[in-house]
């Protein structure tokens, strides 16, 4: 019985010691025609989905964002008055440029896209609740607008060699001439994206 | 180069100011009185949330009422001071006469009992700015279009043109509408 675990453990080693390459590790090779989606939540929230060959990348996303008004009732507080905001939807494709490095991939784009929102504007007045605490309504004048922007994104993915999503922070932007505006995000990728980087062991 | 930054910035396709609409009915099942001055919206209405019933404690008037003065003088009365006190927000106060209300009817309101007041709240409670007070000019009319003696549910509509008699200034009040208990 004493021989046959030390032929075990001399089989794992064996083993062990095939596994281990014979040269260094080969350069990243990026992998072509890869398709990669997932969701976003920073000061906004999107869904993404981007299609990668070589360096070269496409994206589109939808993102939602909402926030308080610079002034009046609901304009400060977490939870306070929650039904007073801003708010902007954008859908955009983009086009851009990616690259490894140091075991991340990095990549940034820009594009077109469309926006619609609304923006709050004076107070106008509010409508309160019978309840204890809280349950005030406050209306602003808008404005709703649609537009035509430009959508910028830099972002940065760290795969996870051993799942397959990957996660990443991105930088996004629509500039357009009724609101600008600007999100930080944590990204989750779900796809392939992260494996253009990492070497098949 | 700066139209070039122009056109990469993209374009508007639509653009529309929007006003919020005014309620309907009663609000929070207090006295309500709503109307638009100007086109802004302006609403006043009672509740029975824990900060008014403690606001009112310190004799603060309730924002709407009604009372019937006597056997048929009706005055109505509105302010929107139940808004949150915003530095620059104009707060609106105003007065409804009928001093021969005889029930459902149409009826004129006139100077001086009747008027509307445009004030601009600081943060000071010594140092307010008065009141800019307009008084209604002719064919001004008050809509009675319920009237309930046992409830004292009273109903109607009102709309008119209001004037400052010192600078001439008009406000134009339109869609107004109320729904109070008379006292």
Redesign the interface.
Known sequence: MKRYCFLLIGLFFSQAARAQPASPAPAATPLSGIWDGGVGIGNGIEIHGGYLSNHFLLLGRTRYKWWRPD???GSTGLFRQFNTRSRQTEVAALAGYSMPLSGTLLYAGAG??YVTG?QL?E???????????G??T?????????????PLEAGILFPAPKFKPSFGVTFQAN????QSVFCLLFTLWSGQFGRSIVPAL | MALILRIAAGCSLTTTEVEPELPTGRVSDGNTLVYRSNGVPVVAHNDSSLGTFLTSLFGDNRPVAGNLIGSNELIIRARDSQNEAVGGQTRHELHLALPDFQGVGTYFIASPYSYYQETIPTKSRNNQTPPQTFYPTTAATVEVTEWNPTTRQLRGTFGCTVADTTTGQLVVLTDGHFDVIVN
């Open positions: 002034s009046g009732p077109v896209g609304r504007g107070y106008r007045y509010t409508l309160r609740g019978n309840a204890l605490i349950g005030d406050h209306y602003y004048a808008y404005r709703r607008y649609q537009a035509i922007g430009l500039l357009n001439p009724e």
